[in-house]
Structure formats: structure tokens, C-alpha cells
């Protein structure tokens, strides 16, 4: 292993959350009068944290979101979480293998600590993610694609940022990672290939990771 520690985005990376998320999401801003399409939404919002949606929408239209938004939007994707949410295809076996070689990891995600504890509950990651290897946009002051939330990480596992690889899906992700100084692998299987193209490398299958990382 080329690497001190492994950086896991959460959303599409671990859990098989986006599809799920992007629906819910492009939904209600289209019941707020904000009419948005499921590919609007992945090409705007995914991989970014809740106050771009915020940011974005009063920006375009001049009106703010009502104040509880986010509670009723997390409600919403929390339910479906429980009925539908699987882990994404040999995530938990790659997280696994890096636990039983010894190589450090954890998860920085933009959604918060509850989401990421539902999901991973929900799939079984939480057997791999304790408390200390958990980081949220909820803990820096900017999200992606600022590089504040991977370098906060690297920080709290006491590794040097250059020494790090990061598994993200999404353009502002990959826009963090680079801005971090980290290498960062890009994760195709949902985002086209193109729009991940400053990342390290690229690949399709998360059972494709350990050599690449090797």
C-alpha cells in the first residue's frame, strides 16, 4: 500500500445513496416551484453539502427555501434509506480488506453525521466506521469542493496530506481532494468519466480499488 490512510466520500462511494437522494431532492424543490429534474439534480447537487442547495436556489430565483427544509428533506431520505438503501457492490469487502491488512481509513462526507450513521447502519458499514474514523461537512466551516473536510481528516488521523488517497464520485469531490493536495481515485460508476477527469485515476468497479491503491 502506497498510501497512510484511505479517504472514503460516503454517498455513492459506500452506500448506493444517490439515486435515492437525488430523486427525493429533485422532487421537493419541483413541489417548492423549483422545478428540478432527477439529472439536474446529480449534475448540480450531488457529492455537495445542504447549504449549496440553499445557495443555489436563492441565487437563480432570489427566494430562500423554507426554513425547514432540510428536516423535511432528511426525513423523507432517512424513510427511504430504511426501505431501499444497500451498500454500493463490494464497498463493505474493500473496506473490510483494508481493516485486515491494517491500512488506515475513514469516511469524509458532505452529508451529516446522522445521515451517514443511518446509512451505514442500514448496509452494515457501521461495523468498519466507529466514531473517530467519521467526518462531516457539519465539522469544517465549508464543504466540498473546498478542500477544508478532507485536509480536517487527514489532520484528526494524523496523516500528511500528500500521503493520502481519496475514493470520490463526484466533481466537487474530486475539485476538493485535488485542491487538498491529495491523489484521488475517481469512481465512474455512476458519474460519466469525463466530469471526473482531474481525479488520479479512474475505474468502474469498486473490486478494482485495492490494486489500485496497492
Same mark, same amino acid.
Given at each position: 500500500?502506497?498510501?497512510?490512510?484511505?479517504?472514503?466520500?460516503?454517498?455513492?462511494?459506500?452506500?448506493?445513496?444517490?439515486?435515492?437522494?437525488?430523486?427525493?431532492?429533485?422532487?421537493?424543490?419541483?413541489?417548492?416551484?423549483? *422545478?428540478?429534474?432527477?439529472?439536474?439534480?446529480?449534475?448540480?447537487?450531488?457529492?455537495?453539502?445542504?447549504?449549496?442547495?440553499?445557495?443555489?436556489?436563492?441565487?437563480?430565483?432570489?427566494?430562500?427555501?423554507?426554513?425547514?427544509?432540510?428536516?423535511?428533506?432528511?426525513?423523507?431520505?432517512?424513510?427511504?434509506?430504511?426501505?431501499?438503501?444497500? *451498500?454500493?457492490?463490494?464497498?463493505?469487502?474493500?473496506?473490510?480488506?483494508?481493516?485486515?491488512?491494517?491500512?488506515?481509513? =475513514?469516511?469524509?462526507?458532505?452529508?451529516?453525521?446522522?445521515?451517514?450513521?443511518?446509512?451505514?447502519?442500514?448496509?452494515?458499514?457501521?461495523?468498519?466506521?466507529?466514531?473517530?474514523?467519521?467526518?462531516?461537512?457539519?465539522?469544517?466551516?465549508?464543504?466540498?469542493?473546498? *478542500?477544508?473536510?478532507?485536509?480536517?481528516?487527514?489532520?484528526?488521523?494524523?496523516?500528511? *496530506?500528500?500521503? =493520502?488517497?481519496?475514493?470520490?464520485?463526484?466533481?466537487?469531490?474530486?475539485?476538493?481532494?485535488?485542491?487538498?493536495?491529495?491523489?484521488?481515485?475517481?469512481?465512474?460508476?455512476?458519474?460519466?468519466?469525463?466530469?471526473?477527469?482531474?481525479?488520479?485515476?479512474?475505474?468502474?468497479?469498486?473490486?478494482?480499488?485495492?490494486?489500485?491503491?496497492?
Amino acid at each position: 500500500m502506497r498510501y497512510d490512510l484511505v479517504i472514503f466520500d460516503n454517498d455513492g462511494v459506500l452506500v448506493d445513496s444517490e439515486p435515492i437522494s437525488n430523486k427525493l431532492l429533485a422532487g421537493y424543490l419541483t413541489e417548492l416551484g423549483h *422545478p428540478t429534474s432527477y439529472e439536474e439534480s446529480l449534475r448540480e447537487y450531488m457529492g455537495s453539502a445542504m447549504h449549496r442547495v440553499h445557495d443555489l436556489v436563492e441565487e437563480r430565483t432570489g427566494q430562500r427555501l423554507p426554513e425547514d427544509f432540510d428536516d423535511v428533506f432528511h426525513g423523507r431520505v432517512f424513510a427511504a434509506f430504511e426501505r431501499e438503501l444497500e *451498500p454500493v457492490p463490494g464497498a463493505v469487502e474493500v473496506v473490510e480488506k483494508l481493516a485486515t491488512d491494517g491500512v488506515p481509513y =475513514c469516511v469524509a462526507s458532505s452529508g451529516s453525521h446522522e445521515r451517514i450513521r443511518v446509512g451505514h447502519r442500514k448496509t452494515g458499514h457501521d461495523k468498519w466506521f466507529d466514531d473517530g474514523r467519521i467526518f462531516s461537512s457539519q465539522d469544517v466551516g465549508r464543504g466540498k469542493p473546498a *478542500p477544508d473536510l478532507f485536509l480536517y481528516a487527514a489532520q484528526r488521523m494524523g496523516v500528511a *496530506p500528500e500521503r =493520502c488517497a481519496v475514493v470520490e464520485d463526484s466533481p466537487l469531490g474530486v475539485q476538493a481532494a485535488v485542491a487538498a493536495g491529495m491523489d484521488v481515485y475517481g469512481f465512474t460508476a455512476m458519474t460519466p468519466a469525463g466530469r471526473l477527469s482531474a481525479a488520479t485515476e479512474l475505474f468502474g468497479d469498486m473490486r478494482e480499488l485495492p490494486d489500485l491503491l496497492a
